[in-house]
């Protein structure tokens, strides 16, 4: 940042503009690792020691570091995914294969998306290591946590944003936020990875609090949480989201080896059928409140059909299930329904 707009900010904001003002190495060294014997700890720790020494500043440091992290981890998975709904010899795996996206269509998400990150997330991700120290969040500390505690606190992450996610879903289906937030997200009746994030600000803003609230939350009753377990988490959390709405189920999918997991057949379902499956990384809430039996008594039709007559079942059976849901989504539109039907 340039000299006359440090000065600027010291003048009218000096708490801000503490923010942007770097060290030299030294100067870093000492503030940051004054009493921590760097020659003491493994390659990583060394590594992530130098790049705060480097940057001579935690918080572009950390606000750099999450931002980059996340644009890597969200577009790395999802790319993948426009590369595969490319080469036809995977529709054998996918769910919905007579819906394909147009060139446009995913131009358009993406134009969404890149302006979401920028506008909406990008600041409130340079935000994040004040608020981090606020809740005491280890961030440039070294060394990091124990991986027994790491894989304990990012369990507890899933099943926490698992629960938000579930009922913020719900709500965002109500008539209101539904019509003026949520309908932008429902324009894929067959999503696609890259969707995973193709939503209204305030969507994002809401949805996202499931994500980063369970770190917060862990913090006022523990104080071994290091923010690198918090990237962890939030790099399985991005895969999750963006495999969820990839639109392919694999034989070797997660849900085949986890049986509660939900993943992508259980999501698709959700934009096919429109009010069911609101869950994210697990079935259990919508198994417990019946929010999922549309797709359960699907299931159970689809297991009664010859492998031969499967094919042709399923594209009817999909061109029904959009209907009705296409329907559903107008009567929420029209507030004449306030909450998801089961069957």
């Known amino acids: 940042m340039s000299a006359v707009a440090i000065g600027f900010l010291q003048k009218y904001a000096p708490v801000v503009a503490d923010q942007f003002i770097t060290m030299n190495a030294t100067q870093t060294q000492n503030a940051l690792y004054g009493d921590v014997n760097l020659e003491a700890l493994n390659w990583l720790e060394r590594t992530w020691a130098s790049y705060y020494i480097w940057m001579g500043n935690p918080v572009l440091a950390t606000g750099l570091m999450s931002f980059m992290l996340h644009e890597i981890v969200y577009f790395g998975r999802a790319i993948p995914w426009l590369i595969i709904g490319a080469i036809p010899f995977f529709n054998q795996w996918k769910i919905q294969p007579d819906k394909v996206v147009t060139k446009a269509q995913i131009w358009k998400c993406t134009k969404v998306v890149l302006l979401t990150h920028f506008t909406c997330e990008l600041p409130l991700i340079y935000a994040f290591h004040p608020i981090c120290c606020y809740f005491g969040m280890a961030t440039y500390e070294v060394p990091f946590s124990p991986i027994g505690i790491m894989a304990a606190q990012i369990a507890f992450f899933f099943v926490f944003e698992d629960m938000f996610h579930y009922w913020a879903h719900r709500a965002l289906h109500y008539g209101p936020l539904y019509k003026n937030i949520h309908k932008l997200h429902h324009e894929f009746s067959a999503p696609i990875g890259l969707a995973a994030e193709y939503a209204h600000p305030l969507e994002v803003l809401i949805l996202a609090q499931g994500t980063i609230s369970g770190p917060f939350l862990y913090c006022l009753f523990r104080k071994d949480l290091h923010i690198l377990t918090v990237y962890i988490w939030i790099t399985l959390r ?19 080896f986890i049986p509660f997991w939900a993943g992508a057949d259980h999501h698709d379902y959700h934009h096919m059928a429109f009010n069911n499956c ?50 559903a989504e107008r009567l929420v539109l029209q507030g004449k329904i306030s909450k998801p039907k089961t069957l």
């Not at 991005?238 to 085949?256: C, E, I, K, N, T």
């Not at 869950?279 to 009664?304: C, I, N, P, Q, V």
């Open 238 to 256: 991005l895969w999750q989201a963006v495999d969820a709405h990839s639109g392919y189920d694999f034989p070797w999918s997660l849900r085949h």
């Open 278 to 327: 609101f869950s994210t990384s697990f079935r259990w809430w919508d198994f417990s409140l019946g929010t999922d039996s549309k797709y359960h008594a699907y299931k159970e039709r689809m297991a009664k059909v010859k492998a031969s007559q499967r094919a042709k079942w399923e594209k009817d059976e999909h061109e029904k299930i959009t209907k009705e849901g296409l329907e």
